[in-house]
């Protein structure tokens, strides 16, 4: 059996690799991506078992609306883990997520917060 997958959605390289290193060691699969339209493609492909999702992502569609195109195109959609250097983007928009299920990760993030992150999503299987 595969090991699960985690897709990472982020513009920047150091920080994606830095995340691709953390959960290779844990055990995942990793794919990194810079944009929504990529993003959505590849779980055409593949579902993942989870998504890390830059809030502000560039490009057609931004994280959140990202997220919002997953949950409607995506089933069972995967557990989302926003990454942003602001929480204050994600509460003034957190009603267009409804009913998504979703953390949130400073960015940068270390291993401890990664870990916080990955136990408020896991009553969502990460298998």
Do not use: N, W
């Amino acid at each position: 059996m595969d090991a699960p997958k985690v897709l990472i959605v982020l513009e920047e390289e150091i920080l994606s690799s830095g995340l691709q290193v953390q959960f290779k060691r844990a055990g995942y699969r990793t794919e990194v991506v810079v944009s929504s339209e990529a993003a959505l493609e590849s779980m055409l492909d593949e579902i993942p078992s989870l998504v890390i999702l830059h809030v502000g992502l560039k490009g057609h569609l931004d994280g959140i609306e990202t997220a919002i195109a997953i949950h409607q195109v995506i089933l069972p959609p995967p557990p989302i883990i926003f990454l942003d250097d602001s929480l204050i983007v994600l509460k003034h928009r957190s009603k267009e997520l409804y009913p998504i299920q979703y953390a949130y990760l400073p960015k940068p993030c270390t291993v401890e917060e990664l870990t916080a992150a990955l136990a408020e999503v896991s009553e969502i299987r990460l298998v």
